[in-house]
């Protein structure tokens, strides 16, 4: 029987998040094993007749980033694909 070894790779991605009484803005920052990083921000408000739940506020903002943050990974890769293969790739879709 042959066993086959195969090399974990670990994408850290880190948040960040700031806050005041209507707004909270999160940042997301992914560093990749090539060295390269890539960053993406994500917003929410409250409106001023909601009560005033921060976490809910860190929710919606930090999914936001991380959405820009998905589309800015395959947005890469695509042109990856691309520069390797010396033509104009299909879309990726999220």
Do not use: C
């Not at 029987?1 to 974990?8: K, P």
């Not at 707004?23 to 560093?31: D, E, F, N, Q, S």
């Amino acid at each position: 029987m042959i066993v086959m070894m195969h090399t974990a790779v670990g994408w850290h991605v880190e948040l960040e998040f700031e806050e005041d009484e209507q707004r909270t803005r999160a940042a997301a920052l992914v560093r990749l094993p090539d060295g390269n990083e890539v960053r993406a921000n994500g917003y929410a408000s409250r409106h001023r007749s909601d009560s005033n739940q921060p976490r809910v506020g860190e929710e919606i903002a930090g999914a936001r980033a991380l959405n820009e943050l998905a589309m800015k990974l395959l947005t890469k890769a695509h042109g990856e694909i691309d520069d390797a293969s010396g033509r104009t790739s299909h879309s990726i879709a999220l």
